[in-house]
């Protein structure tokens, strides 16, 4: 299968979800429909070609799959009298995107955030159990599981396949996996790429969405402007063989200035509309980094702060990492070795790569080379990122 084959069933795989859910219901069963329908499109479409409509062929091949699936789960259950009766719809599924109800639905208040996460990337992002195993470090059996209950828990609860009236309850954990999807493609957790575009213009996507159903929440207005001023780095992200490139060494002349236009400008239009939440700052410190001509010319004081306001509003050990970098880049590598004594204890990084990273980023700026060299070391054996263990070998085996 081509590569932008793949990348048209993966954009297509949640509307066709989200159609059949919104027409059928039967979310569990549903999903094993688009799959089939999915599979028959990656060993038909080759030879026979895209047809007109690949989304209505695709809900079309779905129904079908659907229909003979609850056929046999009926059947198993002794109800062949009703089932028999059961025809398709003569209309085809109207062509409206779903994606955005079923993200709204797969974020249900009676799940759990861990359990809501879980279900959005694997119904909407597109990502395998094994890779949310992954991301949640938990066996991918223990991910199939929660999963399924997830799927159970929003059948049982009746959930009507509509935007929800308590839509802005649910937002903070929509905006969560949104950002997470995005990441996952910025920053591949595992495999030979360092990034997966596919998944950070899924994410950027549905910011976009969400963004339009939401024009005035400016935290939705922050994601997004995020996202495209993070994005806007990417072409160079990577070297030609597809090594990473940190940021203060990139050829700044080959991000993209449309994406970053565009971020600041809706990070300045949301910010004095208030309250100021996590996602704005994190987009105002992506617009400082963007708007510097060099990395010598970064404007740190200003980063780090933002920084500190964002620890005011939000307990994540990662922004709590990323200070520490920008105090060391503010005020010297012994202040920011200093601070990060104090936060190396916190159980949800202290086995995280990127701890051991900028450990060994401060100790070579400080002039500790051995302390260096063994960070960086034991930071490429806590990452599953082919691109990232690479790299830090490099960084490693340079000194």
């Known amino acids: 299968m081509t ?15 989200g159609a059949l859910v919104r027409r059928y219901g039967h979310f569990d069963i549903a999903e094993d429909a688009v799959q089939e329908a999915m599979l028959a499109a990656a060993q038909q479409w080759p030879d026979e070609g895209v047809p007109d409509s690949p989304r209505g062929w695709l809900i079309t091949v779905a129904s079908r799959r659907l229909t003979d699936l ?17 025809t398709l719809p003569g209309e085809p599924v109207a062509d409206t ?39 949640f470090l938990v066996p991918e ?4 599981r929660r999963i399924t209950r997830a799927k159970a828990t929003v059948k049982d609860s009746g959930a009507r396949f509509t935007l929800p009236a308590d839509r802005e309850e649910r937002l903070g954990a929509v905006l969560q996996v949104v950002y997470l999807i995005f990441n996952e493609g910025y920053a591949s957790t595992t495999g030979p790429s360092l990034q997966r575009v596919e998944l950070s213009a899924e994410g950027i996507r549905l910011a976009r969405m969400l963004h339009r159903l939401l024009p005035d929440d400016s935290e939705v207005t922050g994601l997004l402007a995020l996202m495209l001023l993070t994005d806007a780095r990417r072409p160079a992200r990577s070297g030609p063989l597809g090594e990473l490139v940190p940021m203060a060494e990139q050829d700044r002349s080959l991000w993209i200035r449309e994406l970053i236009e565009e971020g600041v400008e809706l ?24 708007e510097s001509p060099s990395a010598e ?14 620890l005011q509003v939000t307990d994540n050990p990662m922004v709590a990492l990323n200070h520490v970098v920008a105090v060391a880049m503010a005020r010297g590598p012994d202040e920011g070795l200093e601070l990060l004594a104090s936060i190396e204890d916190d159980d949800r990084i202290a086995k995280d790569h990127r701890l051991s990273a900028v450990r060994a980023h401060l100790l070579e700026m400080s002039g500790d080379t051995a302390g260096a060299r063994a960070a960086y070391e034991e930071a490429a054996s806590r ?9 830090l070998h490099t960084r490693a085996s340079r000194l």
């Open 3 to 17: 590569g932008a084959l793949e990348d048209l069933l993966r954009e297509l795989a949640p509307q066709v979800l």
């Open 70 to 86: 609850l056929r046999r789960e009926q059947a198993r259950q002794r109800r062949e009298d009703r089932v028999a009766q059961w």
């Open 97 to 135: 995107d779903d994606t955005l109800v079923l993200l709204f639905m797969c974020c249900h208040p009676s799940l759990s955030p861990a359990s809501q996460i879980a279900l959005t990337l694997r119904a909407v992002g597109g990502l395998t159990t094994a890779e949310i195993a992954r991301a």
């Open 141 to 144: 059996a223990t991910m199939t």
């Open 267 to 290: 990070i300045t239009a949301a910010l004095p509309r208030g309250p100021v939440g996590p996602y704005q700052l994190q987009a105002a410190i992506a617009a400082v980094h963007d």
């Open 297 to 310: 010319e970064t404007d740190w004081a200003q980063i780090l702060a933002l920084y500190e306001v964002l």
């Open 383 to 391: 990452t599953t990122s082919l691109p990232q263990q690479r790299y």
